[in-house]
C-alpha cells in the first residue's frame, strides 16, 4: 500500500503529515511526502526550507515508515502536483490538510484540497489542525 500526503510547513500540513504517519504506520504502508511551490513560486510560505524537510525525513526514518519526500520544481498547481505524484505510485489513499477558507478566497485562487478531492482516483483523507 502507499500513502501520498500534501506537505506545506503550516498547521494543516502537519496535520496531514501526522495523520498520513498513523495511517502509514497502521496498515504498514509506504509514504510519499509531496511539497511544491504554489505555480512555480518557491519563495512563498507553502515551499518547505531544506532544514523542515531533512526533519521530516528524520522522523519517518525514526519512525520506520519506508518513504519518500519530493519537492516539486515544475511549476503545477499544488493539487496537480499530489495528483500526478499519486497517479505514478499508484496510491492507494491521499492524505492532505484543509483550512477554511472564504468564498472569495476559493474563487480567486481556487482549491488544493477541493481539487483533490474532486480529482482523485483513490480515497483521500481531509484533515484539519
Known amino acids: ?6 506537505y506545506i510547513p503550516s498547521p494543516p500540513g502537519l496535520a496531514a503529515v501526522e495523520a498520513a504517519i498513523e495511517e502509514a ?12 511551490g504554489v505555480m512555480g513560486d518557491y519563495s512563498g510560505p507553502s515551499f518547505a526550507e531544506p532544514q523542515d ?6 522522523q519517518l526514518t525514526e519512525r520506520g515508515i519506508d518513504h519518500e519526500v519530493r519537492q516539486m520544481t515544475r511549476g ?4 496537480e502536483e499530489i495528483l500526478s ?3 505514478e505510485v499508484g496510491a492507494d489513499l491521499i ?8 468564498p472569495l ?9 477541493q481539487q483533490v478531492l474532486l ?11
Not at 500500500?1 to 500534501?6: N, Q
Not at 524537510?53 to 528524520?58: C, G, H, I, V, W
Open 85 to 87: 505524484v499519486a497517479a
Open 53 to 58: 524537510l531533512d526533519a521530516l525525513d528524520a
Open 25 to 36: 504506520e497502521r496498515r504498514d504502508a509506504r509514504l510519499v511526502v509531496v511539497n511544491s
Open 95 to 102: 492524505v492532505i490538510g484543509v483550512r477554511k477558507r472564504s
Open 119 to 129: 480529482d482523485a482516483t483513490c480515497a483521500v483523507l481531509a484533515v484539519k489542525a
Open 105 to 113: 478566497g476559493k474563487l480567486v485562487t481556487g482549491s488544493t484540497a
Open 76 to 79: 503545477l498547481a499544488p493539487a
Open 1 to 6: 500500500m502507499t500513502i501520498v500526503v500534501g
